[in-house]
């Protein structure tokens, strides 16, 4: 993390108020809780590089010198992690790295690299500028997996959106069988999730016989795969018509398959994907034949489900800390392995004593130095800031001061210990998208708002 010269300030530096950055900004929103709890994290582990630099809280001291002010165990470090992949939901622990940057290139993972660049591009358009986080150029660029006006209504409704490759679950498909039976493990979507849409991806590549001409009508159908008594039964979830000669993706809405699936687990046998010459179901054609690729085909062009919901609970309540921090007035203190912590003793200097006004500072979260960025795809970080400064009078309107702000100062010019200063707060948040791996197979794309300040003001 990289902190403004405002990150920390030593205790007797300057008059106490209850507008701390933590209080002032976590009461508001739980995106300014993780600014709190990432803001004294030190990017990089202490073991290692210990070697080179301590771990810890660097700040600038006020004469353009960035110095340590706290050091951080391994264990702290490891702690705080934990408590920011909790709150935000994310997996824990984190998937296999081994596979994961060969899937980035699958059909999956591209779908929702298009739409992480649309909800960028509709943030900047908002005027959330460019600065919530840099993508990696990893699209190929001879791909483009077409978002529909059905898929625009549900990306703005949802607040997670699941994509799933296909896996090899319950057995391949019979040797008599013209079509084609595919298992997506929905198994790690949570029970609070309410399902806004779920669509099967196909893609199909033109092959020159004679299903492929203009005046050629296809039927495909989606059956959802049941057992009944040992017996394996097909229920009709959707159908769609084409022509021959389409090339190109196809949506089909298969929500209740994924529904049914849901409220019980059991049920999930995959799905049968059928096609028919005109709608006659007796003339069933074999889908190798007509160009449908397979979940062995090209990376870029397999099948997947995608589903787009909303969870009652995107973001995880902080837990009471179990972590002890050290007194900051303690010199040094010994870690383990009997080292002692090393501060800098020109650490402080008077320039702190100095009020500043309620402003935004900067704060930027790298997921690479937090060592995520082999499972989180996009982006590579992300701009959070933070508020801090005073709200003393007379207040100017670059501080964005409400009434009740003004009224609370003249009150506290009479009253001073008995009516405390203005907080100084965020007066403008704005959301980030985070997309990242469940595994070499499942994708994720979150949706967390107000995790980005844009302006500041008093309270």
């Known amino acids: 993390l990289e902190a403004g010269s405002e990150a920390k300030h030593r205790g007797n530096a300057r008059e106490e108020?209850?507008?701390?950055?933590?209080?002032?900004?976590g009461g508001r929103t739980l995106g300014v809780v993780l600014v709190c709890l990432v803001g004294w994290w030190w990017c990089g582990?202490?073991?290692?590089?210990?070697?080179?630099?301590?771990?810890?809280?660097?700040?600038?001291?006020?004469?353009?010198?960035?110095?340590?002010?706290?050091?951080?165990?391994?264990?702290?470090?490891?702690?705080?992690e934990n408590e920011i992949l909790n709150l935000l939901g994310l997996p824990g622990p984190r998937p296999a790295v081994r596979h994961l940057h060969s899937s980035v290139g699958k059909s999956a993972p591209q779908f929702l690299l298009n739409v992480?660049?649309?909800?960028?591009?509709e943030n900047e358009a908002a005027g959330g500028g460019s600065g919530t986080g840099r993508i990696r150029k990893v699209r190929s660029t001879d791909m483009d997996i077409l978002?529909?006006?059905?898929?625009?209504?549900a990306i703005d409704e949802s607040d997670i959106i699941m994509t799933f490759l296909n896996k090899n679950h319950h057995g391949s498909e019979m040797r008599h069988e013209k079509g084609r039976r595919l298992w997506?493990?929905?198994?790690?979507?949570?029970?609070?999730?309410?399902?806004?849409?779920?669509?099967?991806?196909?893609?199909?590549?033109?092959?020159?016989?004679?299903?492929?001409?203009?005046?050629?009508?296809?039927?495909?159908?989606?059956?959802?795969?049941?057992?009944?008594?040992?017996?394996?039964?097909?229920s009709e979830i959707s159908s769609m018509q084409l022509t021959g000669d389409y090339e190109g993706w196809l949506e089909i809405n298969v929500t209740g398959a994924v529904n049914l699936w849901l409220k019980n687990r059991q049920a999930n046998h995959g799905l049968y994907i059928g096609a028919y010459f005109g709608d006659r179901v007796e003339r069933e054609v074999k889908l190798d034949d007509i160009g449908f690729v397979s979940a062995r085909g090209t990376d870029e062009y397999q099948p997947f489900l995608v589903v787009y919901a909303n969870s009652q609970q995107m973001i995880k309540p902080v837990v009471q800390r179990h972590l002890t921090r050290n007194k900051r007035s303690q010199p040094a203190r010994k870690r383990k392995g009997g080292k002692t912590d090393h501060r800098n003793p020109f650490q402080y200097h008077p320039s702190y004593d100095q009020h500043k006004s309620c402003r935004i500072e900067q704060l930027y979260?790298?997921?690479?130095?937090?060592?995520?960025?082999?499972?989180?795809?996009?982006?590579?970080?992300?701009?959070?800031?933070y508020c801090s400064g005073e709200c003393n009078f007379p207040l100017n309107a670059h501080m964005n001061?409400?009434?009740?702000?003004?009224?609370?100062?003249?009150?506290?010019?009479?009253?001073?210990?008995?009516?405390?200063?203005?907080?100084?707060?965020?007066?403008?948040?704005?959301?980030?998208?985070?997309?990242?791996?469940?595994?070499?197979?499942?994708?994720?794309?979150?949706?967390?708002?107000?995790?980005?300040?844009?302006?500041?003001?008093?309270?």
Request: proline residues 4%.
């Open 17 to 25: 108020t209850p507008c701390m950055n933590a209080s002032s900004m």
């Open 45 to 80: 582990r202490a073991e290692a590089s210990a070697a080179t630099t301590l771990s810890g809280i660097y700040v600038d001291n006020g004469v353009g010198q960035t110095v340590l002010e706290d050091a951080l165990s391994f264990e702290e470090q490891q702690e705080i």
């Open 116 to 121: 992480y660049d649309q909800l960028q591009e």
């Open 147 to 153: 978002i529909t006006d059905a898929d625009r209504k």
């Open 184 to 234: 997506f493990g929905i198994t790690n979507i949570e029970n609070d999730v309410s399902v806004l849409m779920a669509e099967l991806r196909l893609y199909r590549k033109l092959n020159l016989n004679k299903y492929t001409t203009y005046n050629t009508s296809l039927t495909l159908t989606v059956y959802a795969l049941t057992e009944l008594d040992g017996e394996s039964e097909m």
């Open 365 to 385: 979260v790298s997921f690479k130095d937090l060592q995520w960025h082999e499972w989180i795809i996009a982006p590579e970080g992300y701009g959070a800031y």
């Open 401 to 459: 001061a409400t009434n009740h702000a003004i009224v609370q100062t003249l009150v506290h010019l009479n009253h001073p210990t008995k009516v405390p200063k203005p907080c100084c707060a965020p007066t403008k948040l704005i959301p980030i998208s985070v997309l990242y791996h469940i595994d070499e197979a499942n994708v994720n794309l979150k949706k967390y708002k107000n995790m980005v300040v844009k302006s500041c003001g008093c309270h």
